[in-house]
């Protein structure tokens, strides 16, 4: 067994710490993993960051949050819901967030409780404006309505996430 001294230990606490580290884009310099939203209706996800590369499928529907995963140049690479994943041209998407309505009939609520007013009931497929996050309830806006969604039943955050 190999003994290792303390400048050992020290050495693999930095590089696991390291590893730990959020990264950030190397074009924005913004944390990576984090969600954008589509800014236009239909949106190119091709094979690769430039327009010589193929395209894999279509995003249709405006407001649709996605997570970068990386970055190079004026591309982004992004993934849906459903993990399906490409490079979109950042122009055609936003830091305005949304959040995916993931779980049926999901309860709007007047306050981030289970106990606060019911506001409306959300449709899966719904995508509500993000305000902000609290450890387990999200504050969103849709059709005149503002309240709070359980992280729960949403998608277009990251699990400890805050947003004030």
């Known amino acids: 067994m190999k ?3 303390i ?3 020290l050495a693999a606490l930095l590089l696991a710490g390291a ?4 990264q950030v884009g190397q ?3 913004l944390p990576i993993p984090r969600f954008v939203s589509l800014k236009s209706s239909s949106a190119n996800v091709r094979r ?3 327009l010589s590369n193929r395209i894999d499928w279509v995003l249709r529907h405006r407001g649709t949050p996605l997570i970068v995963r990386a970055e190079y140049g004026d591309w982004f690479r992004v993934e849906d819901v459903d993990g399906e994943g490409g490079w979109v041209y950042t122009k055609l998407l936003s830091n305005r967030r949304t959040v995916l309505v993931v779980k049926d009939m999901l309860l709007l609520r007047e306050s981030p409780s289970t106990g606060g007013r019911k506001l409306a009931r959300l449709e899966a497929g719904v995508l509500p404006r993000l305000n902000a996050c609290q450890p387990d309830w999200c504050e969103v806006s849709i059709e005149g309505y503002t309240g709070w969604l359980p992280k729960s039943g949403i998608w277009g955050v990251l699990p400890d996430e805050i947003i004030n």
């Open 19 to 22: 590893a730990l580290a959020q």
């Open 3 to 5: 003994k290792i001294g």
């Open 27 to 29: 074009v924005t310099h």
């Open 7 to 9: 400048p050992g230990i």
């Open 48 to 50: 690769g960051p430039s």
